[in-house]
Each structure stands twice: as C-alpha cells, then as structure tokens.
C-alpha cells in the first residue's frame, strides 16, 4: 500500500488531482489546507504569507497522517504544497517511501487558475510570488514532475504508469 504525496504552490490542482487519483487507488484523500490553524488560515486570509514556524507543526501533524497509514498499511493521497525540501523531508518522517507527484506550472496558469476560485482561504499575488519565491522544486531523484496545462486524468494515469515503472 501506497501513501502519496500530491504537491505544488497554490493553483496547481493538488487537491482535484490528489482526489482522483486516491479514487483511482481505493485510497484516503488528506487535504492539506483542511489541517492549517485558525491562526495560518487567517493570515492567509489577510494576504499574508507563512513562514517556516507558522508551516512547521502543520507539516508534523500530516507526516502523523502518513505515519498512521503506513503503520496499517493503507493507501493514502495528501494534497499539500511541501514547497521546501526539508517540508518533504519532515513528511517522509512519517513514511519514507513517500511518492511524490509534483505538479508544474507557469506563473500565467497559476494566476489564471487562482483567480478562478472562489471561497478559498489564499488570496493574492503577494501571497502566490512569495510560493514561487520558496520553492525548492523536487529533483528526478525526489519526485515525478509533470505539467499542469495537462488534464488531470492524463496526469493521473501518468503518474500511475510511473509508480508502476519503478
């Protein structure tokens, strides 16, 4: 049994993507933006963006998730941005074999893609370049990057026949 990791700066299709393919899988779907708090999701809310402390027991709680499921040996999918490398690290605490899905794409698309949503917690181009600005994009040795102009069925079977190759 598999556990996933689904990642991305805001805007990429962590959480359409991550569900499909945890429906493709009989696994969990974790949403990542489900587990900031109070506190995160606010400062989010006014355009601020978080910084290695706000982030850190957030990414402690999901490896626990990750830990959990590989402790019972289910699958598991969490959607969550893992920006930095020791983010990705702090998850693979909780499951070594982590896989990892990074989802690619142009600041245009992300912005596109941003500006369509509605009812969400992250607002803002501040809060979008301050992502960009973070990222430690995951090497072939670290993950399967694929691009976001793709559908998401097409990424999840690419995905798929990659974990399989491996």
């Known amino acids: 049994m598999q556990r996933i990791?689904?990642?991305?700066v805001s805007g990429s299709g962590k959480s359409h993507v991550g569900r499909l393919l945890a429906a493709r899988l009989g696994a969990t779907f974790i949403d990542g933006d489900d587990h900031h708090s109070p506190a995160?999701?606010?400062k989010m809310g006014l355009g601020i963006p978080l910084d290695d402390e706000d982030r850190r027991?957030?990414?402690?709680?999901?490896?626990?998730?990750?830990a959990d499921h590989r402790e019972r040996q289910a699958p598991l999918?969490?959607?969550c941005s893992a920006l930095k490398r020791r983010?990705?690290?702090t998850l693979r605490r909780g499951d070594p074999g982590l896989a990892i899905l990074f989802l690619n794409g142009s600041r245009e698309?992300?912005?596109?893609r941003l500006g369509q949503r509605e009812g969400h917690f992250f607002?803002?181009?501040t809060m979008l370049d301050s992502q960009l600005a973070d990222l430690e994009p995951p090497g072939a040795d670290e993950a399967l990057t694929l691009d976001i102009a793709w559908s998401p069925e097409v990424l999840v079977?690419?995905?798929l026949r990659w974990q399989a190759a491996g």
Do not use: P
Request: proline share 0%.
């Open 40 to 42: 995160s999701i606010d």
């Open 109 to 112: 698309q992300l912005r596109q």
């Open 123 to 125: 607002k803002g181009d």
């Open 57 to 66: 027991e957030w990414l402690e709680a999901l490896a626990g998730f990750l």
């Open 77 to 79: 999918v969490i959607g």
């Open 87 to 89: 983010y990705r690290d």
């Open 5 to 8: 990791l689904v990642m991305g």
């Open 157 to 159: 079977e690419t995905f």
